[in-house]
């Protein structure tokens, strides 16, 4: 138990240290200022997530994930869904690897992007203790697909912040393709402009649409006629 006790006391101590300052004061002209901080931070939650030994409820799904890569082309994982994901599980079979090093990367992804959209709000290390229990302890841990794809997310909702729509959309598709639930996210470039909301909101739209094609129709019509038609029909 303690080193869940561990990784929330780190931000949250840090937290307390430092008090109610915000990324423009004190915070940003110490030694974060350089990344020291913060990247040491990114790496211990890495380790965290990444080496855990079966934990998660799906732990036993995603060595089939793993295994499922054997033998397989690069251009059927891709042609699949969630090709981030298997692409990643693909590269660590034929790289020799295993389970820990697919689950570090995610880790190393939910990780960044955490700390990415923590460091927009007034206090960040608050924002990553509050985070820590549920989404780092939980989410992270316990689904990887899903932890990976709400990084990227985040790394994404960070560009939104500072109105950058082009990083915003590439981050949110990036995270499209470890997890098909993010496009969720993508409407949401309509508030990163203040100007031309008609012109962004319909890029946002044909966006939406594109990304539902490529990687959500197939899977939902798969979900209808593979359970719900079956089922009730």
């Excluded at 990344?35 to 934990?55: K, N, T, Y």
């Excluded at 295993?98 to 923590?118: K, P």
């Excluded at 990163?192 to 959500?216: E, P, Q, S």
Aim: hydrophobic share 55%; aromatic share 14%; net charge positive.
């Amino acid at each position: 138990m303690w080193p869940y006790w561990l990784i929330f006391l780190i931000p949250a101590g840090a937290a307390i240290a430092y008090g109610w300052q915000s990324p423009s004061t004190r915070l940003h002209r110490s030694s974060f200022k350089l990344g020291a901080g913060w990247l040491f931070l990114i790496v211990v939650l890495s380790l965290f997530i990444g080496l855990r030994h079966q934990v998660g409820g799906d732990w036993g799904a995603y060595l089939r994930h793993l295994d499922s890569q054997i033998g397989r082309g690069i251009s059927d994982v891709l042609a699949g869904g969630d090709p981030g994901y298997y692409l990643l599980n693909w590269l660590a079979v034929h790289g020799g690897a295993n389970i820990y090093a697919v689950n570090l990367v995610c880790g190393l992804i939910g990780a960044i992007g955490l700390v990415a959209f923590s460091r927009t709000q007034p206090r960040p290390l608050l924002a990553i203790a509050i985070a820590t229990p549920y989404l780092v302890n939980i989410v992270m841990m316990g689904y990887t697909r899903q932890g990976a794809a709400i990084g990227l997310g985040m790394l994404g909702l960070a560009a939104l912040v500072k109105a950058r729509n082009r990083q915003f959309v590439f981050w949110v598709l990036a995270a499209i393709t470890f997890h098909k639930s993010a496009i969720v996210l993508l409407p949401l470039a309509i508030l990163g402009k203040r100007k031309n909301r008609w012109l962004t909101g319909l890029a946002a739209i044909v966006i939406t649409a594109m990304a539902y094609h490529f990687f959500l129709a197939d899977y939902l019509w798969s979900l209808y006629a593979g359970y719900i038609r079956a089922e009730y029909n």
